[in-house]
């Protein structure tokens, strides 16, 4: 079965920090370049975060420095530790496997919301 379930997403106040899950099935996690998404309010989906198989990461301009991709080959997990977090990173987070050009190769998951807000 082909499925991604996101975690973790909440309220926080600038600069806290949260640190979201993605569980994947076998097929789609293993041996796959794995990424986290967001879609902010009113704009469309853009790829933050990606990891190799192998532990290699890459991040989008916006969060490099804030944000780390991890991932558990074990566990066909994923995960995305947010720190100083800013009102812009609002947004419902996914994760996929992207393709060359970024976009997700797998149906989406239902996703999980982040509210940076005080």
């Known amino acids: 079965q082909v499925q991604l379930v996101e975690s973790g997403g909440g309220l926080v106040q600038p600069g806290g920090s949260l640190r979201l899950s993605c569980a994947a099935s076998r097929s789609i996690f293993s041996g796959n370049t794995m990424g986290w998404y967001r879609q902010a309010p009113g704009k469309e989906r853009e790829l933050v975060a990606r990891?190799?198989?192998?532990?290699?990461?890459n991040y989008a301009d916006s969060v490099t420095g804030r944000f780390t991709i991890t991932r558990d080959n074990v566990k066909n997990t994923m995960y995305l530790q947010m720190n100083s977090l800013k009102p812009e990173d609002t947004g419902v987070y996914y994760c996929?496997?992207?393709?060359?050009?970024?976009?997700?190769?797998?149906?989406w998951g239902q996703g999980t919301q982040v509210t940076i807000s005080s």
């Open positions: 990891i190799t198989n192998g532990g290699f990461t």
């Open positions: 996929n496997a992207p393709n060359y050009v970024g976009t997700g190769r797998y149906p």
